[in-house]
């Protein structure tokens, strides 16, 4: 069983930023990919963006060039930054671990863009 904890989600103006944390129960270097993914208001839960064990990363359309996710081994972390923020960016995001075919989720922490 893999616990995640996400942090850093809170209230923002539009074109504002915000980094959201994932501390992870076990070392993510095992993990075949880390991911954050968002549940917007009356949306299905969509994935926002991945970084994979060996260093790539993938993107949601709607944040390419303005999220980025990166990741501390050393700290069990993975880190989702948001810049450029919109209303619609409006959403309860999550941390997901993929440990080849197992899947871990945290319990979310809410995001809340105004205009």
């Known amino acids: 069983q893999v616990h995640l904890v996400e942090s850093g989600g809170g209230s923002v103006q539009a074109g504002g930023s915000l980094r959201l944390s994932c501390a992870a129960s076990e070392s993510i270097d095992l993990m075949m990919a880390m991911n954050w993914h968002r549940q917007r208001p009356g949306k299905q839960r969509e994935l926002v963006a991945q970084?994979?064990?060996?260093?790539?990363?993938n993107y949601g359309d709607s944040v390419k060039g303005r999220f980025t996710i990166s990741r501390d081994n050393a700290k069990n972390t993975v880190y989702l930054q948001m810049d450029s923020l919109i209303p619609e960016d409006t959403a309860v995001y999550f941390c997901?671990?993929?440990?080849?075919?197992?899947?871990?989720w945290g319990p979310g922490t809410q995001v809340t863009v105004s205009s």
């Open positions: 997901h671990a993929d440990r080849y075919g197992l899947g871990y």
């Open positions: 970084i994979f064990r060996a260093g790539a990363t």
